[in-house]
């Protein structure tokens, strides 16, 4: 199914928050739009060498979307971002609170274009407050989430992550924020402020106190096989640890200890077998994981600048102009 079919999307963001968001927008049926400044694009376009340092990453968060090349500094650029407020949905940025006032396109603006449209702002630390102004990056808000300190090494300092925890969250918390607005009925235009900081409190308070689930229970762990590989094991229901015991010949009291050495006697391939066999909550730790072709890539800065542009009624001759001005591209 695809729900929001017909639901159409402008994503004025940078980076992965506002990206993941309007990507599981898209994966639900919306066309997204995706809005790039001219000869930079999207931050990731600008990180030298993006797509080694990222892998696939560039390409999936934005596969499926269009990409229209725009200077909202410009006030042509502006004037074109308007037309298309006139038939979208939902808008989406990333700026810090108060750029998109000093470009005159904030929700009081936008709202006199197309009074049901949905502006979904993604910010640090929220529209308000004293924070507002100050920049941050997944890690800082980790940091002050208390959850970075939940996972601490050995050794001393922390364990960074390699994957955004709280970009993603974010992009979550955004995406149903938007999805809840646009099933209001009768739907009614909304500002929603949704901020990096709360999205990681919101996660943080969970895990105020300590929990058991750090690698402590036999049953609950990582385990290194035979030949180099790992399994995980998260038999944490009794029903699953008695019947994971009774297959590898173990009482229930076995200690990590004993139980590491258990999975050092078989191959990850034994192992991997095992769990597909038997219910146990057993399976491999993977080094890529599964990533279906996206049916539409990722495509080049400005691919569906001219499209748009026509649609709006521009003309070949207006067109060729805003490129010459590097309105577009």
């Not at 002050?144 to 974010?170: E, H, M, N, W, Y």
């Not at 993977?286 to 539409?296: F, G, I, S, V």
């Amino acid at each position: 199914m695809k729900p929001l079919r017909g639901v159409t999307v402008l994503d004025l963001s940078r980076l992965l928050p506002g990206g993941y968001a309007s990507l599981l927008l898209a994966e639900r049926g919306a066309r997204v739009v995706k809005i790039e400044q001219p000869g930079v694009g999207d931050y990731y376009r600008a990180v030298p060498g993006a797509p080694a340092l990222l892998g696939d990453q560039v390409g999936v968060i934005n596969a499926g979307k269009e990409s229209l090349g725009l200077d909202l500094k410009a006030p042509e650029g502006r004037g074109i971002l308007k037309k298309l407020v006139r038939s979208a949905d939902v808008v989406i940025e990333s700026f810090r609170p108060g750029v998109l006032d000093k470009l005159g396109l904030g929700y009081a603006r936008l709202r006199k274009i197309r009074p049901q449209v949905i502006l979904c702002s993604i910010t640090g630390f929220g529209q308000k407050g004293r924070s507002a102004r100050l920049a941050g990056h997944d890690l800082n808000f980790l940091g002050l989430s208390g959850l970075l300190a939940r996972i601490r090494r050995p050794s001393g300092g922390f364990v960074i992550p390699d994957f955004q925890v709280v970009d993603l969250a974010t992009g979550y918390e955004a995406a149903m924020a938007v999805a809840a607005a646009l099933a209001s009925r009768p739907r009614k235009g909304a500002h929603l402020d949704v901020s990096m900081h709360a999205a990681a409190s919101s996660m943080a308070r969970l895990y105020a106190g300590p929990t058991p689930l750090d690698g402590r229970l036999a049953c609950y762990g990582h385990y290194e096989t035979s030949d180099g590989g790992w399994v995980t094991l998260g038999a944490l229901e009794p029903k699953f640890w008695k019947k994971f015991c009774a297959l590898v010949g173990k009482d229930e009291s076995v200690s990590r200890e004993e139980l590491a050495a258990v999975f050092r006697a078989r191959p990850s391939a034994e192992w991997k077998a095992l769990g597909e066999r038997e219910d146990i909550c057993l399976f491999p730790v993977c080094e890529e994981p599964e990533r279906p072709r996206p049916e539409k890539p990722f495509p080049p800065l400005g691919t569906h600048t001219v499209s748009i542009l026509r649609k709006l009624r521009y003309t070949s001759k207006e067109i060729r102009a805003l490129k010459a001005l590097g309105i577009v591209a």
